[in-house]
């Protein structure tokens, strides 16, 4: 099985549009099509599962209400500026 956190990050090269550009990873030269090779070449035996979910479901929030301690909590605030993060891929990695 393959669990994929797909959307426009992973299979639209960093959000590109198309574009040639990601304002995340910069050229997407090397990313065009390679999400489409992998999904057309993975054997017929081997079931893919595809997740859109995430965008809408935070997370972090408890974190900044005061739940918890310790690195992952620290690590997990400055990774998100205090705030909170889109849950696509703990949302994958919960369907796997």
């Known amino acids: 099985e393959i669990y994929y956190m797909d959307g426009g990050y992973n299979f639209g090269c960093g959000d590109s549009k198309g574009s040639g550009t ?4 910069g050229s997407t030269k090397d990313c065009d ?3 489409q090779y992998v999904i057309n070449n993975v054997p017929r035996h081997i079931v893919q599962y595809f997740t859109l979910n995430g ?3 935070r997370t972090g ?3 900044q209400d005061g ?4 690195p992952v909590k620290d690590a997990y605030q400055i990774y998100t500026n205090y705030g909170t993060r889109p ?3 703990l949302i994958a990695v919960y369907f796997a």
């Open 67 to 70: 739940c918890g301690k310790g």
């Open 87 to 89: 849950s696509w891929d």
């Open 33 to 35: 099509g390679a999400a």
């Open 55 to 57: 965008e809408d479901e």
């Open 61 to 63: 929030s408890r974190f």
């Open 22 to 25: 990601s304002p995340w990873i």
